[in-house]
């Protein structure tokens, strides 16, 4: 299979890519590299799946390059590529989440138009839903975002649908419910979390911390989303990715700082605006239509994470001296 992969050099499109090549698939990897953090940590995610004779990389705003040639030559398309993050999505900052996660989303499928045999597998959020009415949430609920950036992305998700029942485009939405593990973006909470644990830094949550999260380890994502490129029912269709551990942020930091090991000074601020109490998946059609079955625990992903950042603070430490 000849794949392409948009938002490669991201925290789950870079695992997604190097899943792809160690099994034997050709992968074309095109990634803006905006500016919502940097250049350098992107590239090297990256490093592995440079190793691989059949992978190439190419620096393309989807929103605005040629797509054609591109979608012309692989069997299956990720979309991946997105602005990212709820609270950063207020603002003027809106209009790059209107470029980067729905025009981007409406040129690509515009490309596939008249390519009705490639099938996308479109990487949506649970963001779509907000603040949910139903724990755990099911695919039909009522969405009813809570964020610019779910807003965006339930635009983007209609595309996908539109396209679908006017030009036949195959598409699949995969909805991922707060994905966390290695490589995971500066801004989120648990690289936050990790990085001052390991350094003795004073930690900052938004709100009380009872909140709620169902934490999606990012390998079980991976496996979901390659899945969803080939499963016979999914053409059409949406799913939540949900990892089945719903936890809240208080638990989560107290299993970060025992890893730590050592004191950690905790401030808390007011929730953001955008930020929900709870969210929880749903995953019985994944798991009845994708095979989706996720066995990594918290604690254990957790840990992965926690070395991970370990292992880069340790890489940063040797370059300074």
Do not use: M
């Given at each position: 299979m000849r794949a392409l992969v948009t938002g490669c050099a991201g925290f789950i499109g870079s695992q997604l890519t190097e899943s792809l090549l160690v099994d034997g698939h050709e992968v074309v990897g095109v990634d803006a590299f905006i500016d919502t953090y940097d250049a350098e940590t992107k590239l090297g995610n990256l490093e592995?799946?440079?190793?691989?004779?059949?992978?190439?990389?190419?620096?393309?705003?989807?929103?605005?390059?040629?797509?054609?040639?591109?979608?012309?030559g692989c069997g299956v398309i990720f979309h991946l590529a997105a602005e990212p993050g709820?609270?950063?999505?207020?603002?003027?900052?809106?209009?790059?989440?209107?470029?980067?996660?729905?025009?981007?989303?409406?040129?690509?499928?515009e490309a596939l138009r008249e390519r009705p045999d490639k099938r996308v597998v479109f990487a949506s959020s649970s963001s779509i839903y907000g603040d949910a009415e139903e724990l755990p949430t099911p695919e039909h609920a009522r969405p009813r975002p809570f964020s610019p950036y779910g807003v965006t992305k339930l635009a983007a998700e209609h595309l996908c649908s539109l396209y679908g029942g006017n030009y036949g485009v195959e598409t699949v939405a995969l909805r991922y419910f707060s994905t966390y593990g290695p490589r995971q973006r500066p801004d989120m909470?648990?690289?936050?979390?990790?990085?001052?644990?390991?350094?003795?830094?004073?930690?900052?949550?938004?709100?009380?911390?009872?909140?709620?999260?169902?934490?999606?380890?990012?390998?079980?994502?991976?496996?979901?989303?390659?899945?969803?490129?080939?499963?016979?029912?999914?053409?059409?269709?949406?799913?939540?990715?949900?990892?089945?551990?719903?936890?809240?942020?208080?638990?989560a930091l107290e299993l970060i700082i025992s890893f730590a090991d050592q004191p950690v000074e905790v401030r808390r601020l007011e929730s953001e605006k955008g930020d929900v109490r709870n969210t929880g998946a749903d995953t019985s059609r994944a798991r009845r239509d994708l095979g989706f079955n996720p066995t990594t625990s918290v604690a254990d992903g957790l840990r992965a994470e926690f070395e991970w950042m370990l292992a880069r603070e340790r890489q940063l430490m040797r370059a300074r001296s």
């Open positions: 592995r799946a440079k190793e691989f004779d059949t992978f190439s990389l190419l620096t393309l705003d989807v929103a605005g390059g040629d797509l054609e040639p591109l979608v012309e709820v609270r950063t999505s207020w603002g003027e900052r809106f209009e790059s989440y209107v470029r980067n996660n729905v025009l981007a989303t409406q040129r690509l499928l909470a648990f690289h936050r979390f990790c990085r001052a644990a390991l350094r003795g830094e004073p930690l900052t949550i938004f709100g009380t911390g009872e909140q709620t999260r169902d934490f999606t380890y990012v390998a079980d994502v991976v496996a979901a989303t390659r899945a969803a490129a080939t499963a016979p029912a999914a053409g059409g269709q949406a799913y939540n990715i949900g990892g089945g551990s719903r936890i809240s942020v208080n638990e």
